[in-house]
């Protein structure tokens, strides 16, 4: 009898080792899974911000362009307002001018 409870006991001890080994490969399998899952959602989310960061560069170009004409414009109008300037400065104009008028 001790031989066959050896075999029994070591059939026992290999049923339980072949469990350990399924449930250990099980749990890797569902740990890639969801690592993969998780990566695939990381990776959609990475192209959407790269989008919108793309869409945000080209905003920002926009706004820069539009800023330098602004800027053009604005030192136009400066130089067209001190010439105005100027041409006030340079009149000789009193009321007893108009007077003789």
Do not use: H, P
């Amino acid at each position: 009898m001790d031989i066959q409870d050896n075999k029994f006991n070591y059939k026992i001890i290999l049923a339980a080792l072949v469990a350990v080994i399924i449930g250990i490969l099980i749990a890797f399998y569902y740990s890639y899974a969801q690592s993969r899952t998780q990566i695939n959602y990381l990776e959609d989310e990475k192209g959407l911000l790269v989008k919108d960061l793309t869409l945000m560069k080209t905003e920002v170009d926009r706004l820069s362009a539009l800023n330098e004409v602004n800027e053009i414009e604005l030192q136009d109008s400066r130089y067209r307002d001190q010439q105005l300037l100027d041409s006030v400065g340079r009149l000789n104009f009193t009321v007893a001018k108009l007077k003789e008028y």
